[in-house]
């Protein structure tokens, strides 16, 4: 069974590194997000995911740790 949430500590380690992200049913971002992490920051109410995505590339989009599912290289 897949973990519900992954922890900063995993995100962090694919920084600079082409990923997939699994998304939760209720993320705003959609089902999944694949494309270059390009950074995190810690906000008060946990970490945040910059992410330059695939299907446009030189924009970000960003995705709060606690949507996302799964994390993986793409």
Do not use: N
């Not at 997000?33 to 960003?62: K, N, W």
């Amino acid at each position: 069974m897949p973990q519900e949430r992954v922890t900063p500590a995993e995100v962090q380690q694919y920084v600079g590194k082409r990923v997939t992200l699994r998304l939760r049913p209720d993320a705003p971002a959609g089902p999944a997000l694949t494309g270059r992490l390009v950074g995190t920051i810690d906000a008060a109410d946990g970490l945040v995911l910059f992410l330059e995505p695939d299907e446009r590339p030189g924009t970000r989009v960003s995705c709060h740790y606690h949507y996302v599912a799964e994390i993986s290289p793409a």
